[in-house]
């Protein structure tokens, strides 16, 4: 039995668990790879999938960084069966269609701009017509009903408490001998008394534990703390004049923030000529969804829809479908919050929102989620002076706020507390969906209470598991390969500068109209090399300080 982590190995993102198991290969989740650029070349090297051979997938949730390659394996010869719960079937339908739109669309821009410098278009990740094809093999299975995918496997899905429809998914291997080994992947977890969802459930054995570690250096605010800070940043943008712009997930976060804009309604707290956009097709067609499958909800939530209120929509929301009604939305004087995708800025209709509105005093920016290493908004929330959003550079001078309750993961505590009903000695337990800082202090805490063995993969390492409760290491990738090779770099950059220097005596002799163009843009490449620095200084003088708080 193997194990192959092909993502969300010290790292968020990309989560997929190729497993080889009696012969059969299979994979839980099957996740996009977002971040920097070399970290989203990732998600074209799907060699190493080898989706033909691939013979079903089970996905955890409808996060894109759970679900996204899913077409991708189908546009490259997957035809297995796509396992996941009712709500997540149809969150999966409108997610992937909206990721395919996303390639669709980059990769026409990304054309486009080639074709101006005579150079072959750009093909897309993967297509509409793929993402057909791939909601065709989905299979809806229900929360604690046992299956047998084929003989000596059975698989239990357990509701993990993350966002709607997320799953805990329970693996019980019939070995050689009379002897089980039982796989327990716990997903993305949430964290109890959550908004909407309901409390994550729990596992009492397990072999070997494949736990997330998002949060697992530290806990949350508790809601009510939470809805006190999306007050106060409402409240200060109200009173001058100005929005508050919320760069939300489109899945859970939008969700959750209107339930407490909801609750803050019937407190009688919230301003109410000030209106509140939705500003998302995706989260718009989310949220119906979520209303559809109130059932899966925690108690108080179902009471609200018994009683015929629907706590996601409040009277002064207004749903923004198209372009045009997103871009009046910036023309509009006065305040506003807009809440609007993608959640960690780096693309979607926020980057618009932000880009008139980052440079404003008075305004808000409301990170409510996990902001990834080498997104914008992890840029903001480290404290970027500036940011290039569309192309422009633009000045942060809106008050930003990082308000971490509203995460549907579990804190630092929530973890432990959920690993505390595991009966059994001797489990051993892989960290991953974590930053590698973060990581190690868990897997510390995870030893000194409850003395099992921690194991924080890297990213296509190879692990055999065994009867017994032993696992072995057979390929690791060395994380040399991954680093920048910095030398290279900065000789290319040297070199370019004296060729710059060997050219003077041309370059003076050309027009003055061309050497003032041509002057300008190397101070231009100069003012973005040294803003770059500044960067790097800043950056390391934060990460001394620990002051990510995200």
Known sequence: MKVRFLGAARGVTGSCYMMKVKGVRFAVDCGLHQGNSEIEKRNWETDIYDPEKIEFIMITHAHIDHCGLLPKMVKNGFRGKIYATPPTVDLLEIMLKDSAYIQEMEAEWKSKKRSRHGRAGDSPLYTQDDVEKTLGLIKAVEYNEEFSPFDGVNILYKDAGHILGSSIIEIRVDEEKDKRVKLVFSGDLGRPNQLLVRNPSYSEVADFLFLESTYGNRDHKNEDQSREELLEAINYSYNKGQKVIIPAFALERTQEVLYSLYLLYKEGRLPTDMPIFLDSPLAIR????????????????????????????????????????????????????????????????????????IWKKGASIVFVGFQAKGTPGRKIVDGADTIKILGEELAVNARVFTINGFSAHAGQSHILE??????????????????????????????????????????????????????????KVQSESFKVNWDYVLNQLENQVSELRDNQSHIGSMSWSDQVELRDEVLEAGTVLSRLLSSVVKKGSSQEKGNYKS
């Open 418 to 475: 959920w690993l505390s009903n595991f009966q059994n000695h001797g489990m051993k337990v892989f960290l991953t969906h974590g930053e590698y800082g973060t990581q190690k202090i868990l897997a510390e805490l995870i030893k000194e209470r409850f003395g099992h063995e921690v194991h924080i993969p890297d990213y296509l390492e190879e692990c055999e598991l065994k009867a017994d409760r032993i696992y072995e290491t057979i390929s």
């Open 286 to 357: 989310a949220t119906q969804i979520f209303s559809k499958h109130y059932r899966y909800f925690d108690a108080k939530t179902r009471e609200f829809f018994k009683a015929g209120e629907d706590p996601l929509r409040i009277p002064n929301l207004k749903l923004s479908e198209t372009p045009a009604q997103s871009m009046s939305i910036n023309s509009l004087e006065g305040p506003a919050v807009i809440i609007s995708a993608s959640g960690m800025a780096n693309a979607g209709r926020v980057k618009h929102h932000l880009r008139h509105n």
